[in-house]
């Protein structure tokens, strides 16, 4: 059995718990729109053609904030084909997904599908294909009250009032050679630093998010923040991060250990972005937007699938594209990169999972069919609707193991919140050992723990591997189940985690 000590003071705390790092991401890419979140004619359909199945799960997840309409799509996208009576919308190419764009679905009708998921708006412009004007109109047509052409077109396509949208993506990886409209870090940011400037001359309310690199493999990361806020650091108010990990090779272990990576990632932009503030003698502080995170195979392990994305054939209207199915094991991982968030929250105070619904989703639905969580689904809803208050700094020690890609990793992975209003201690853990149980052990200093409030355990299903996943046929054979045996004894927890496991523990407490 291993064995893991963490020690939690009330008093050593990173700083309040961002709601907006719940967020997830809505692209007009395969599934997840057409046949995802909006579905006229489907039997769980609203009056606005919005799945109500697919919207009672999202508010399940407790999603805060979704990012729109992409992605790859944005850098081609005319935000105008989304307006107006739909029957006049034009229908059009979509490069970056090789798809058909009905525009059937566009800005007024996410405004209102996120009102009744209850979720903020973030919303992106096109800096591949458009620049400062179209960002401008759309900031306008969106947020402006009235009495300007684009404000009272707004009104007169159905909303009356401003939709009020306060954070927006200034273009999305614009660093990648396959976006439509890459730039260099030059030219991408001056447009950003003027596109930007003219969005605040209509709206100074509004948060910014820069375009950082794409991923940390980016020949150009690190150069590339340092340029763009360069040029556009007292516009900004966010840069941006994306990642996506994998099982690769049989290499579980590495996989398991990927939170590092993202740790890594994260605390590298911090320093860049510090660095140029210092350099430029700026007051205020960049933080970062971690707007697209996931578990992404190109290739499901031990198999040779090519991925969807490559298997062009003809133009369709919403095809299936990147439709993972997620196992036991992406599932805990997936909550380690929730805890790498959670750890950085002083800095990152937004984050994304892509996406919602279908595509590398937590949520699945089919064409006229069900609609079902995914495995990723619960360590995402238990850390958003457990984590609140402030979040602490924890001491870990315990046992070890080692990997190709990372070197050693703590073999149970460890976050925790307080929330002195309502006297709970929220912990999150992982167990990533394949075979051995974890003996963990939690110590609170400032803290007396009364009893436990809830404790639930997601691991693999009795008679199952750890490639079990959840499906249209079994859409609950991965799910938490209750974990027994957690023991408060004075100010110390102990418990014990079965293997590749991720758990939420709940204590309530009050000041020692």
């Not at 997840?32 to 579905?39: D, L, M, Q």
């Not at 990361?221 to 840069?239: C, K, M, P, Q, S």
């Not at 995914?374 to 602490?392: D, E």
């Amino acid at each position: 059995m291993s064995k893991a000590t963490i020690t939690a003071d009330r008093d050593f705390t990173v700083g309040p718990v961002p709601r907006r790092l719940f967020g997830s991401f809505v692209e007009h890419m395969g599934r997840c729109v057409y046949s995802g979140i909006y579905e006229p004619g489907h039997p769980a359909a609203d009056q606005n053609g919005f799945r109500r199945d697919v919207l009672k799960l999202v508010r399940e997840l407790g999603v805060s904030v979704v990012r729109y309409p992409g992605g790859n799509f944005v850098s081609g996208y005319r935000w105008e084909d989304g307006v107006g009576p739909v029957a006049e919308r034009p229908r059009r190419i979509d490069g970056a997904w090789h798809s058909i764009e009905t525009n059937a679905f566009g800005l007024h009708e996410f405004a209102a599908w996120a009102r009744q998921a209850d979720v903020e708006v973030m919303e992106a412009v096109n800096l591949g294909t458009r620049g400062v004007e179209a960002a401008r109109a759309l900031v306008e047509y969106a947020n402006h009250p009235g009495g300007t052409y684009l404000s009272d077109l707004r009104r007169r396509n159905g909303a009356p009032d401003p939709f009020g949208i306060k954070l927006w993506c200034l273009g999305n990886e614009m660093d990648g050679p396959w976006q439509i409209g890459h730039k260099t870090a030059d030219e991408y940011g001056r447009l950003a630093a003027e596109a930007g400037k003219a969005m605040k001359l209509v709206d100074p309310s509004i948060e910014l998010v820069a375009c950082g690199s794409s991923n940390s493999g980016m020949p150009t990361f690190g150069t590339w923040e340092r340029t763009v806020l360069g040029h556009a650091y007292d516009v900004v108010d966010n840069i941006s991060l994306h990642a996506y990990y994998e099982e690769a090779d049989g290499d579980v272990a590495s996989f398991l250990a990927t939170a590092l990576d993202m740790d890594h990632f994260i605390e590298s932009v911090v320093a860049t972005a510090d660095a140029t503030r210092a350099a430029g003698k700026h007051d205020k502080r960049i933080n970062l937007s971690f707007d697209e995170w996931n578990v992404w195979y190109t290739r499901r392990p031990g198999e040779d699938m090519p991925d969807a994305i490559t298997e062009r054939g003809g133009w369709h209207e919403h095809p299936r594209i990147i439709e993972d199915a997620y196992s036991v094991t992406d599932a805990v991982v997936v909550g380690t990169l929730l805890n790498s968030l959670l750890r950085h929250g002083d800095r990152v105070r937004i984050a994304n999972l892509a996406q919602l619904v279908n595509v590398i989703a937590p949520i699945r639905s089919e064409e006229g069919g069900p609609a079902w969580r995914q495995s990723i689904f619960w360590p995402f809803a238990q850390m958003a609707n457990r984590a609140r208050g402030q979040i602490l700094r924890l001491a870990t020690s315990g046992d070890r193991f080692p990997t190709e890609k990372f070197g050693d990793a703590d073999l149970v992975d460890a976050t925790a919140t307080w929330d002195e209003e309502t006297g709970r201690l929220a912990l999150f853990l992982a167990n990533r050992g394949l075979t051995e149980d974890a003996e963990v052990s939690v110590t609170l200093r400032g803290l007396d723990a009364a009893r436990v409030a809830r404790a639930e355990v997601l691991t693999v299903p009795d008679g199952t591997d750890r490639y079990a996943v959840n499906d249209e046929q079994h859409p609950d054979r991965v799910r938490p189940r209750a974990l027994d045996g957690v023991a408060v004894d004075g100010d110390t927890t102990r418990l014990t985690l079965p293997p590749l496991s991720w758990a939420t523990v709940e204590l309530d407490v009050s000041r020692a």
